[in-house]
């Protein structure tokens, strides 16, 4: 059957029910696409020293599968729409699997950056695009709260693998973990499994929505007036039947996707340097990682807390203005970092940045799919990746190149700090002119419509 993600929709989003169901099939997939390439790093050096290969040249393998799943999202986008989110994350979870088998019997580093980076990527990318579109055919008034448990998937897996891939190379070593490797990361076929497409069959629920849903509607309406243009050019059979390129001329998407860009060069590094950072000022190998588990946590628990917030009355019909608020928290947050003195600091630092790092997560893709809607969030998604995948690549090895320079970190921290605190700033004043001008749009609708109306019983009347 045709993707809910492609079609106008026939029913009314369920917004509970099996729809859980899929919520924790997400969870899963969204973890590993995001885990996985992180906790790869646990196994870098003995494969340094296997291959004899420089630290610059392991380090590239995660890069490496991070720009695939990245670069992977118009060719998701494409699959979705066409097939639907369960076979997609199904292959990709036997994908994944097989670039960890095949890696395992790797000869070469080159054979290790195909197998794990490119074919392990690309099984990644099909695994997280497909796990974000369809949770918004099954909610729309609880999507935010569904996002954010989501979205927490994540830190819970990366928590689960570290200690886990320490206990496999200690007792298997590279080889035989990767093996292993291979068999876990088929539970993304379970989690696939349990993504049964919404049943367009069944009738719209005749009941109107409560009072506390409101702001949702309103949001679904302006919505609407935004995207009335591109609403049209799909009843003509423009390109959405692949990807629809027509959101470059979206106003909300081209805010989203500008900051984006920015916000990228500066959003992974932190977390990649913050034992290094730990280290480099005398800090103990255990007491630096434990700031790792310290942010892993408080990570875990905000952002399912962000999605229950976002899901209010208060803070869904603005919700822009709260990932505004999110990106500028995370650029305040590190341009303090370098002012925070000894472990307590650094403790108090990863404690902040666990917060302010779980709230942008769980918003990346609401705030996208609130701006361009259910229907046009997977080619949007697949559209953001594949550009994003620039930034996601070369972040951190621009900040790498400033600590090289200066020989210090902080000036990493503030670079990091300023490509957060700028696209905050910007999505703050964009997204005010940008709801004031839905406002408008929303207005002028109003009035044609009752114009329209009026010359219609008049008409009537004469006749």
Not at 214 to 222: C, F, P, S, V, Y
Request: glycine share 10%; proline share 5%; hydrophobic share 50%.
């Amino acid at each position: 059957m045709p993707p809910a993600a492609a079609t106008k929709r026939g029913h009314a989003p369920p917004d509970g029910g099996w729809g859980w169901a899929v919520v924790f099939g997400a969870f899963i997939s969204i973890g590993f696409s995001y885990a996985f390439p992180k906790s790869l790093t646990i196994y870098f050096k003995e494969i340094q020293e296997y291959f004899t290969v420089s630290y610059s040249e392991i380090a590239w393998l995660s890069s490496v599968m991070l720009a695939s799943m990245y670069a992977g999202g118009p060719v998701s986008s494409i699959l979705v729409n066409r097939y639907g989110s369960r076979p997609v994350v199904m292959v990709g979870g036997l994908m994944v699997s097989a670039g960890m088998v095949l890696a395992s019997f790797g000869r070469t580093i080159m054979h290790l950056y195909l197998c794990v980076g490119v074919i392990g990527g690309l099984g990644l990318a099909l695994n997280l695009q497909p796990a974000l579109t369809i949770i918004g055919t099954y909610f729309q008034v609880k999507r935010p709260m569904a996002n954010g448990i989501a979205m927490a998937g994540s830190p819970v897996i990366l928590f689960t693998l570290a200690p886990l891939n320490q206990f496999l190379f200690d007792s298997f070593g590279w080889r035989g973990s990767f093996l292993i490797l291979g068999g876990i990361v088929l539970n993304c076929c379970v989690a696939g499994a349990l993504m049964r497409p919404v049943n367009n069959n069944t009738r719209p629920k005749p009941k109107t929505e409560p009072p506390e849903r409101n702001g949702a509607a309103a949001e679904e309406a302006a919505a609407a007036s935004d995207t009335g243009e591109q609403d049209e050019s799909e009843s003509q059979g423009c390109l959405h039947k692949f990807i629809d390129v027509s959101l470059f001329k979206h106003r909300g998407f081209l805010i989203y996707l500008i900051g984006n860009v920015v916000m990228f060069f500066g959003f992974f590094a932190p977390v990649v340097f913050m034992a290094a950072y730990a280290k480099h000022q005398g800090i103990d190998e255990y007491s630096a990682a434990f700031l790792l588990s310290i942010f892993a946590l408080v990570d875990m628990f905000m952002r399912p807390a962000t999605g229950f917030i976002g899901n209010s009355k208060w803070v869904r019909p603005r919700i822009q203005y709260f990932f505004s608020f999110a990106v500028s928290f995370n650029g305040v947050c590190h341009l303090l970092c370098p002012l925070l003195p000894g472990y307590v600091g650094l403790v108090v630092y990863a404690v902040i940045f666990g917060l302010a790092f779980g709230m942008v997560c769980a918003l990346l893709f609401e705030v996208l799919m609130d701006l361009v809607g259910a229907k046009r969030f997977s080619s949007a998604v697949g559209l953001v990746t594949i550009i994003e995948c620039g930034p996601v690549l070369l972040g951190p090895p621009l900040s790498g190149a400033l600590v090289d320079i200066f020989g210090e970190y902080k000036y990493m921290y503030y670079a990091c700090g300023v490509f957060m605190l700028v696209p905050g700033i910007f999505f703050f004043i964009m997204h005010y002119f940008n709801y004031k001008k839905l406002d408008e749009e929303k207005r002028q609708n109003a009035v044609q419509l009752k114009m329209s109306q009026d010359s219609n019983t008049a008409h009537d009347t004469d006749g």
